[in-house]
């Protein structure tokens, strides 16, 4: 039942998205995050090599890969550098309502025009006064006649400066709560767009965070997705697979952490021998090694629920808290075993422990996430053993 061998197509793909990594965004990592560069020549490429909209179906611009393959290529692309990994392939979260909630003409239309550019999409959920309580959203999308109009304000917006499509949940009526929520679908050109400011980050540098502004944007029933009424709902599912994207990102994290580490181990000396050979630092390399090959088997195990369609809020929660935490214990341990070095400012791991802490705040903070899962291991709905 359980087959962890890769066919020759995945083995393809991770070949190219390993090379593209190694080659493109290696070379650049500590300078882009230093500098805060938008990696758009590496946007470009990836794009052109199938590596931008991996999991969006081939009859609109996407390369069509299951989720487990989505997911292998994603931790592949966020080994040298996640920021950049995650501009490449933002779309899955953000396309995530629309290729779940939209028609078949939205999708052709929509999504058909994104994949011919590098831009991508973004996904518009929080706002300043709502963040873990998402439902509690003021942007408000008010009828009249057969528009929308669309007014308020979202932040944190990652890739909000450049995408060419915004997925931007509005409600329109307060009183109903997450009933009142719907999905939207908005092409950068529409008129009334404005970008706010751009963030200065801890981490994820290379990966470009705005504020957006919605003034009296003119919207039509085209740019509805799905019903009124259902765009939370929709949010949430688009975040169980953000979900599993994160965890493949966390993994990413760890493993290149933990590849540092093992290096060094060998090369330092002290004592007159090299300190992998003390066995204090054995047990933080064995603990690292374990954290991450279980992050590993979580994706891949909400990955193969996804492509069969199995519901899996409760498994996705569970596997970004575990991965999560486990990225920053894995880079908090690194940076330990280079000890000096590795506290030094262009030190490869100092970036990566400053990049873990994300994974625990964003798509969901983790007590928000340990919230899904504790409720729903309550309820006992849907766990797959
Ligand atoms: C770099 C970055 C990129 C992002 N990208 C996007 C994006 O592309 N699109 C998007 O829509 N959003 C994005 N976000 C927003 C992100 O999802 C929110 O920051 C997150 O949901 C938390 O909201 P908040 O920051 O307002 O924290 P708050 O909700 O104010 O939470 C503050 C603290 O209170 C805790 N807390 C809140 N409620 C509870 C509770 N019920 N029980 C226990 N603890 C609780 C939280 O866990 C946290 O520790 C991004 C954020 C960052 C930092």
Redesign the pocket.
Known sequence: MIDFSLSDEQKRFLDLAREFSSKEIRPVALQYDRDGTYPESILKKARELGLMYTNIPCEYGGSGMTFVTHYLVTEALNYDCCAIGQMIGIAH?STGAILLGGTEKQKKKFLGRMTESYRSA?????EPGA????GAMNTSAQRKGDKYILNGS?C?????QHADLLCVFATSDRSLGTKGISCFVVPRDTPGIRVGRV?D?MG?RA?V?AELFFEGVELTKENLIGEEGQGFKLAMMALDRGRANITAICTAIGQKALDEATKWAKEREQFGQPIGSFQGVHFMLADMYALIMASRAMYLQVGWMLDRDIKCSIEAAAAKCFASDAAMKVTTDAVQILAGTGYMKGAVVEKLMRDAK?TQ????????NR?VSGRGVLTGKSLLF
């Open positions: 979260l973004c996904f518009c959920l929080t963040g873990s309580d998402a979202k944190y917006i990652t890739n909000g963030e980050k994820h990966m965070v994300l705040i964003f798509e969901g903070t983790n007590q928000i919230i």
